[in-house]
């Protein structure tokens, strides 16, 4: 097992490096840094096209490097193909050798390395005792299911013991149940094997419950580094705090006025706290998360007022999306284009085109610059489970 280490990588595409000097080509992937310690479990995530995949054909030795110095463990390996990284790489479109057993398939690392048949064979078993794969040992690719070739994928890779662990959107082909069983044992296999692991995923829910601590990528630039909560807690920009959440966090364009928040012909009350961090006309956006919203009720006549100065909006429902345990609900924002996203109870759901009220606590908002799209203030209950 090793570190992973990028400094300052920066690749080009193939076809563009074929033809024009690097300083004229469009980067895929710019001044990416950054180190995964011996053991951990990192996860990339982004959206499509954001050079996920480049980045970990880039450290698997699949394509050179166009700048930067990349190392494992101690070594630079800029220079060393692939084979001799010590790398395990598994795709989304895992090939497993179709004309060989499970086994076989299981082994075949091991044998390339030559290691003897009397060795191969304990570790073969002990993977495919962790992956639950000892009673299909006999079966070819073509007689097992989805869920049970990835399975040996993952195995196959796992066996070579390498120093680092790439795996690149494992799970997309999956079911959903198979998907959520397998990010299980995936992690169990970490706890168990404990090497360096490289994730790449699109899925937020993935990248929040795998990983020690999360890259998240949007155009090919590192937009935040950290562990899932802290980053979920305070984003650091307006892609960030879009993309980790599901439902993601409401956003709504206004303008702060000097003394409060325009939202069209609704205003909103700017605490002192946030107040001190813009500038009057500044259009911003606020963020809202929408296990934090919720539809205002008449208060009874006996009831104690929330403490916590809390806004409100009003709005009409759009969509209702039953879930189960609970709904959620889409509202438009009365005088906006926004819409808000909010969980309820299945007892409080509205009724589709009802007139509402929304509330939450103004402390709980993020603000963003709606330029730059940098946070300009996080609410200071979430401080508190970080930093
Ligand atoms: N050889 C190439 N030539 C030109 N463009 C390329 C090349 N390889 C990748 N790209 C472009 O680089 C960008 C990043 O691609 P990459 O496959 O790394 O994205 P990704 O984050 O893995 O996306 P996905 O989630 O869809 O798999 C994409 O816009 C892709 O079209
Ligand atoms: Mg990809």
């Known amino acids: 097992m090793a570190t992973v280490r990028l400094e300052h990588i920066t690749q080009y595409a193939d076809r563009w490096q074929a033809g024009k000097a690097p300083s004229e080509a469009v980067p895929i992937v710019q001044d990416i840094s950054f180190t995964v310690p011996d053991g951990e479990f990192w996860v990339l995530v982004g959206p499509s096209g954001c050079g996920k995949s480049t980045l970990l054909r880039t450290i698997a030795g699949l394509m050179p490097i166009s700048q930067g110095q990349l190392y494992i463990g101690e070594r630079l390996v800029n220079q060393v193909p692939a084979r001799q990284r010590d790398v395990a790489m598994v795709f989304q479109n895992y090939a497993l050798y179709p004309h060989m057993s499970v086994a076989e398939n299981l082994g075949f690392g091991l044998k390339m390395r030559q290691v003897p048949a009397a060795e191969r064979q304990p570790q073969v078993a002990a993977i495919a005792q962790a992956l639950g794969l000892e009673h299909l040992m006999a079966r070819k690719p073509s007689q097992l299911s989805g869920g049970q070739q990835q399975r040996v994928a993952l195995g196959r890779a796992l066996a070579r013991q390498p120093q680092a662990f790439l795996l690149d959107e494992p799970l997309s082909n999956l079911d959903a149940q198979l998907r ?49 909560q802290a980053v979920y807690a305070k984003p650091a920009n307006r892609m960030v705090a879009a993309f980790l ?14 003394d409060a928040f325009q939202l069209g012909t609704q205003s909103l009350a700017c605490l002192p706290e946030q107040r001190s961090e813009l500038a009057a006309g500044q259009p911003v956006w606020l963020g809202i998360r929408p296990e934090q919203v919720s539809i205002a009720q008449a208060p009874k006549p006996s009831e104690v007022l929330p403490s916590s100065p809390s806004a409100r909006l009003s709005a009409q429902v759009g969509t209702i999306e ?15 284009s926004d819409w808000i996203n909010l969980i309820v109870l299945p007892a409080q759901t509205p009724c589709p085109d009802e007139a509402l009220t929304l509330l939450f606590p103004l402390s709980d908002l993020f603000i963003f610059d709606a330029e730059t799209g940098q946070r300009c203030f996080s609410p200071t209950r979430s401080d508190r489970h970080t930093s």
């Open 180 to 228: 959520d069983e397998t990010r299980t044992e995936l992690k169990q296999l970490h706890q168990q094997f404990g090497i360096t692991t490289l994730y790449v995923t699109h899925d937020q829910v993935e990248a929040m419950t795998l990983a020690d601590q999360i890259v998240v990528l949007d155009a090919g630039q590192i937009q935040q580094i950290g562990a899932p």
């Open 322 to 336: 039953p879930l189960g345990r609970e709904t959620l609900v889409k509202v438009k924002v009365s005088g906006l």
């Open 245 to 258: 959440g599901n439902p993601p966090m409401n956003l709504l364009s206004a303008v702060f006025d000097g």
